[in-house]
C-alpha cells in the first residue's frame, strides 16, 4: 500500500503563506501523480493541484492559479504545495492524494488531511 501524510496546516492571516508537505511511503512506486485537494466545511471536496513524478507535468485548478505552486521531491518521496496570497476562501482541510494512473481522473491513495485557516 501506499501511505501519504500531510504537515505544514496552520492558521494564517489573509495575504500570508503556508507550506505543505506531503510524504509518500510504501510502494510509490505504483503512483504516478499526486496530488492536492480541500474541502471546507458543507463544501465538497475539490482539486487544487497535480504533479507527476516524472516530468513534473503540473496542473491547477483555476482559482488557485498564480498564488500556489506544486513541486516534488522524486529522492524524499515528498510533495509540497507552496501557498501564497491566501484568502478566508482558501480555508479548508487539505488533503494530499495518489494515483496509480495517468489518464484516469480517480485517486487512489489518501492522506489524513491538514487544516488551513485563513483569517480576515
Known amino acids: 500500500q501506499v501511505q501519504l501524510v500531510e504537515s505544514g496546516g496552520g492558521l494564517v492571516q489573509a495575504g500570508g503563506s503556508l507550506r505543505l508537505s506531503c510524504a509518500a511511503s510504501?510502494?510509490?512506486?505504483?503512483?504516478?501523480?499526486m496530488g492536492w485537494f480541500r474541502q471546507a466545511p458543507g463544501k465538497e471536496r475539490e482539486f487544487v493541484a497535480a504533479i507527476s513524478w516524472i516530468g513534473a507535468v503540473t496542473s491547477y485548478a483555476d482559482f488557485v492559479k498564480g498564488r500556489f505552486t506544486i513541486s516534488r521531491d522524486n529522492a524524499k518521496n515528498t510533495v509540497h504545495l507552496q501557498m501564497n496570497s491566501l484568502k478566508p476562501e482558501d480555508t479548508a482541510v487539505y488533503y494530499c492524494?495518489?494515483?496509480?494512473?495517468?489518464?484516469?481522473?480517480?485517486?487512489?491513495?489518501w492522506g489524513q488531511g491538514t487544516q488551513v485557516t485563513v483569517s480576515s
Open positions: 492524494a495518489a494515483k496509480e494512473g495517468v489518464y484516469n481522473a480517480n485517486y487512489n491513495y
Open positions: 510504501g510502494r510509490t512506486s505504483r503512483t504516478s501523480v
